[in-house]
């Protein structure tokens, strides 16, 4: 089984809806980590987590929100989706290293 | 704070050729670096990291990368490349605190037959 798993694995949605990205890590992580990319511009932080307790914002966290429900899961919301928040989803938790889940390709019409 | 470029958002190399991929760094003190690789599709797979010691770092796939601290650069090269090569290549910097990656535009890699 995959130590960090992303679901859904692809959503399309409407302007205005809310929307939950959902993320499992079996790496028995403390730090998990809520990462957008765009084409050309990289992987880049929204949100990242150090432990249940302490939830911290990245670089580009306007619009969204998260979640820490327990050591093993971080969710991603959006409360209004926008077209401009179309993107790939990742989310990651960190040891030595960080380890990425497979992605979430959401699409905002 | 840190921040990555990586100069070439695309490079095509022939097959059988060498590789080397450009990624400098900005960080006050010595940083953690790392380099990914995509495949179309795919998620993020870790190919090489550099935390301290021996400034040559072997990887998987062949891969290795040597960090000079003079030039804030953490190059990545493969001596000879594979069609399976193909595919997006990420650098990353951490600094000393946990706040995440900071991660290069990425260079994508295209291999000619």
């Known amino acids: 089984d995959a130590d960090v798993t992303q679901t859904p694995r692809n959503r399309i949605t409407k302007t205005g809806k809310r929307i939950m990205l959902e993320c499992s890590q079996t790496?028995?992580?403390?730090?998990m980590y809520w990462y957008r990319q765009d084409p050309g511009l990289g992987l880049r932080l929204i949100y990242y987590?150090?432990?249940?307790?302490?939830?911290n914002k990245g670089e580009i966290s306007d619009g969204y929100s998260v979640s820490r429900q327990a050591q093993a899961k971080f969710s991603l919301s959006l409360e209004s989706a926008i077209p401009n928040q179309t993107a790939l989803y990742f989310c990651?938790?960190?040891?030595?290293?960080?380890?990425f889940g497979p992605g979430t390709r959401l699409t905002v019409l | 704070a840190q921040s990555v470029t990586q100069p070439d958002i695309h490079i095509t190399v022939s097959e059988g050729a060498s590789l080397e991929l450009r990624c400098n760094y900005s960080?006050?003190?010595?940083?953690?670096l790392f380099w990914y690789v995509q495949s179309p599709g795919q998620g993020l797979q870790l190919l090489l990291k550099?935390?301290?010691?021996?400034?040559l770092v072997q990887g998987i796939k062949g891969f290795e990368a040597e960090f000079k601290r003079s030039q804030s650069s953490f190059n990545l090269r493969k001596p000879s490349v594979h069609w399976s090569d193909a595919a997006e290549y990420f650098c990353?910097?951490?600094?000393?605190?946990?706040?995440?990656?900071?991660f290069g535009k990425g260079t994508h890699l295209i291999i000619q037959p």
């Open positions: 960080y006050g003190a010595t940083p953690y």
């Open positions: 790496k028995g992580h403390d730090r």
């Open positions: 550099y935390f301290s010691g021996d400034t």
């Open positions: 990353a910097v951490k600094g000393g605190g946990a706040d995440g990656l900071t």
């Open positions: 990651a938790t960190c040891g030595s290293e960080q380890f």
């Open positions: 987590s150090f432990d249940v307790k302490d939830i």
